[in-house]
């Protein structure tokens, strides 16, 4: 299958800090990718998507000036976490689909602000 | 509102067992079925997916058995291995694809030597 690529795998942060997530589409073109949020023991949640050369489309309740999306290019979204905060820590991930139908996930940010 | 719902919560099987995990779902504009396979601190892997116009699938141990007029799917891993241990996620779609998925809320698999 097709592979998406996520970095980093685990960053740890200071509370008012900025960190950026980024998700790669290793071996095809995304024109659109998915950037979930997942709570211990808990199913994902979609926050918003990121679409290519526009902006995102966010979900219901998610702040999009905290949650910056960006989508740079077919192949790369960027997820930053503005003025991080200690309940922004979680598992972030995104998930691409390719041509040939499918959705792929990265595998996964774990974020902990401190 | 839960788009698909799962069950069970949690599971045990022996090794050498079947583990069936159970999904349905209200929405009938839902057209892709995939499950996925997550173990801890890792993104979700598709495993295998269905769509309406056939009521099974097979990969390998895998099956997926879908009821199209009781809006209702299922997973079968035959012969259940303790590498089978993982957290499973039904999810649908209106399309295949990455387009906005909707998840259950998984089944933590435990498989017992």
């Known amino acids: 299958g097709a592979v998406v690529s996520q970095h980093p795998s685990w960053v740890i942060c200071k509370s008012g800090t900025s960190v950026k997530i980024e998700c790669r589409s290793l071996d095809f073109q995304a024109t659109t990718m998915f950037w979930y949020r997942q709570f211990p023991k808990q199913s994902l949640m979609l926050m918003a998507t990121s679409n290519e050369g526009s902006k995102a489309t966010y979900e219901q309740g998610v702040e999009k000036d905290k949650f910056l999306i960006n989508h740079a290019s077919l192949t790369l979204s960027t997820l930053t976490v503005t003025s991080a905060h200690p309940e922004d820590s979680s598992f972030y991930i995104c998930s691409a689909g390719d041509r040939a139908g499918g959705a792929f996930f990265g595998q996964g940010t774990r974020l902990t602000v401190v | 509102q839960q788009q698909v719902k799962q069950s069970p919560q949690s599971l045990i099987v022996q090794k050498g067992g079947i583990s069936i995990i159970n999904c349905a779902y209200e929405?009938?504009?839902?057209?892709?079925f995939p499950w996925y396979q997550q173990f801890p601190g890792k993104g979700p892997a598709l495993l295998i997916a269905?769509?309406?116009?056939?009521s099974e699938k097979k990969e390998g141990r895998f099956t997926i058995s879908f009821n199209k007029s009781a809006k209702q799917f299922s997973l079968h891993i035959m012969d259940s291995q303790p590498g089978d241990s993982a957290t499973y996620f039904c999810a649908a779609s209106m399309s295949a694809g990455a387009n906005n998925l909707f998840f259950g809320t998984g089944t933590r698999l435990t498989v017992i030597p």
């Open positions: 929405n009938t504009a839902f057209d892709y």
């Open positions: 269905i769509r309406p116009d056939v």
